[in-house]
């Protein structure tokens, strides 16, 4: 049986790489925060986050499933290999939209489109809506209140040793929400037909971070510096309204993109800055590989089922 917890060591790992960079993409693109020692002390914090706070979250996305461990193990493969693919072409994606899709995949398969109670999947249809407007709403009031304190500071110096030490104590904050949150995405789906949530919080935990640490540096460049150039205390900011984000959707216990809540934030500070996106295309890009996530999880993990029937 454990070895259907492999495709949630896939996801796990593709969720890690993919999302790194929504908790420090900003600040190591502008050089702030050097990769590695960002990625191995951030990896803590997503483990930690995930057996503090991520039970709720695990629960929520047990409750959509067919109740299938063959199921559940097929989603979250279709979810991983649509992360992977989206990775490998350096677009920041929403886990939760794959392993969405995915779930949605084998319930069509098992029960038919009409038979599918949708009702509960509707609030976390709702929330893709609400996570990038809501990151980029923070966004701007946050670099418009503390830009203002920040100014008031006169020492260079000291100015400087404020963005360093913020820009590390935010980036933990934004990994312990990131494994708070997104823990379920991994291992929620075998919660209740192969893990417990103590252990389902664990093992999701270990393996977000082991792709933090191993395949990383690509989305990085991507959300860094590819869509508003930022300075190091834009990109403190930026990370801060993302991780209060995700956090507060960790409280209500529904799993959501951590990506669309680092895109929105850094699309609010740079209107809150007068800043031009850097390259539109790329955002139109990333919009578009959001609507495809859920679409192309959910028809693999449909095939998937077949193939297996």
Aim: hydrophobic share 55%; proline share 3%.
């Amino acid at each position: 049986m454990w070895w259907y917890l492999l495709p949630s060591v896939f996801l796990g790992w593709s969720l890690g790489a993919n999302d790194a960079a929504n908790v420090f993409g900003p600040t190591i693109a502008s050089g702030l925060i050097p990769h590695k020692p960002a990625m191995i002390f951030g990896s803590l914090f997503v483990v930690l986050g995930a057996v503090v706070g991520g039970s709720k979250c695990l629960m929520n996305v047990s409750s959509i499933t067919t109740g299938l461990v063959l199921d559940s193990a097929l989603a979250v493969l279709s979810a991983a290999s649509t992360v992977t693919i989206m990775t490998v072409l350096k677009f920041p994606v929403s886990t939760s939209q794959a392993v969405f899709g995915g779930i949605v995949g084998t319930n069509i398969f098992r029960f038919g489109f009409e038979n599918v109670n949708w009702a509960p999947m509707l609030k976390f249809v709702v929330v893709w809506v609400l996570t990038p407007t809501g990151a980029a709403v923070i966004s701007f009031l946050l670099y418009k209140i503390l830009a203002i304190l920040f100014r008031r500071i006169r020492s260079v110096q000291l100015q400087d040793r404020f963005i360093t030490v913020g820009s590390w104590l935010v980036g933990f904050y934004g990994c312990y929400a990131l494994g708070a949150n997104n823990v379920a995405n991994v291992t929620g789906a075998l919660v209740g037909n192969l893990l417990s949530v103590t252990e389902a919080a664990l093992i999701g935990g270990l393996c977000i971070g082991l792709g933090m640490i191993s395949f990383s540096k690509g989305v990085i460049a991507t959300v860094g510096k590819g869509i508003i150039a930022l300075d190091h205390f834009s990109g403190m900011i930026a990370v801060l309204a993302h991780s209060i984000t995700v956090w507060v959707y960790s409280l209500v216990g529904i799993p959501v993109s951590s990506s669309q809540a680092i895109v929105g934030a850094v699309i609010g500070l740079g209107y809150a800055r007068g800043a031009k996106l850097s390259n539109p295309r790329i955002v139109l890009n990333i919009v578009l590989a959001w609507v495809a996530t859920p679409l192309v999880a959910g028809l693999i993990s449909y095939i998937l089922c077949l193939g297996v029937k």
